[in-house]
Nanobody, 126 residues
């Protein structure tokens, strides 16, 4: 059974940091681009960050660039999202997802992703 399991969410004060993890199992994800998406209350799920299968290419949404860092450890089948300088507007459920298409350049559209985790809640208090 293919699974993506996020962890590391929680409640943090503005200006604080969190590190989210996404552990993959059931198949090898080392050739997949891995993305992070966030869904704030009452809003649609949106792209946050993505990392290519090699780790050599990363993209970030404008709102998190310079504050969040995506990384991966293919030996552990795990992807991370380091979140720093958190703001109340970062409050959302964060999902990791896998794009198994093999595209060299990672993609940012939700529809491009085949596998999704269940999400982890991040709440930033002011």
């Amino acid at each position: 059974q293919v699974q993506l399991v996020e962890s590391g969410g929680g409640v943090v004060q503005a200006g604080g940091s969190l590190r989210l993890s996404c552990a993959a199992s059931g198949r090898t994800f080392s050739r997949d681009a891995m993305g992070w998406f966030g869904q704030a209350p009452g809003k649609e799920r949106e792209f946050v960050a993505v990392i290519s299968w090699s780790g050599g290419i990363t993209y970030y949404s404008y709102s998190v660039k310079g504050r969040f860092t995506v990384s991966r450890d293919n030996a552990k089948n795990t992807v991370y999202l380091q979140m720093s300088s958190l703001k109340p507007e970062d409050t959302a459920v964060y999902y990791c997802a896998a794009d198994s298409s093999g595209h060299y350049v990672p993609r940012v559209g939700l529809d491009e992703y085949d596998y999704w985790g269940q999400g982890t809640q991040v709440t930033v208090s002011s």
